[in-house]
Nanobody, 127 residues
Framework: QVQLVESGGDSVQAGGSLTLSCTAS????????LGWFRQAPEKEREGVAT???????NYADSVKGRFTISRDNAKNTLSLQMNSLSPEDTALYYC?????????????????????WGRGTQVTVSS
């Protein structure tokens, strides 16, 4: 069982920046598809960004140009740099991981089914 732990969530004013981090219990990040998701109160979980083993990335339109996902396979860490934050970014942020091929399909996108999840870290953006 892969364990993921997020950190870095905080309260910040609009326009500010935060960096979220996620660490894995094992050498998971070398070959897994990784992603960040978020869920605001009373809203459905939303995919934020994903990154493949070769560093190919994709972003939700709502964060494109403001957020940057990155990975450090040597350190088994995943990061999300968030800039120009808005109150609309307020949510519980989760990191997640999946094998590139899993459950009979292959891919790495926010629509993919992720097998492993962290417990989340809260980001609150005030005006």
């Amino acid at each position: 069982q892969v364990q993921l732990v997020e950190s870095g969530g905080d309260s910040v004013q609009a326009g500010g920046s935060l960096t979220l981090s996620c660490t894995a219990s094992g050498n998971t990040y070398r070959h897994y598809c990784l992603g960040w998701f978020r869920q605001a109160p009373e809203k459905e979980r939303e995919g934020v960004a994903t990154i493949e083993s070769d560093d190919t990335t994709n972003y939700a339109d709502s964060v494109k140009g403001r957020f940057t996902i990155s990975r450090d396979n040597a350190k088994n860490t995943l990061s999300l740099q968030m800039n120009s934050l808005s109150p609309e970014d307020t949510a519980l942020y989760y990191c997640a991981a999946k094998e590139y091929c899993s459950g009979g399909s292959c891919g790495c996108s926010t629509r993919s089914i992720f097998n492993y999840w962290g417990r989340g870290t809260q980001v609150t953006v005030s005006s």
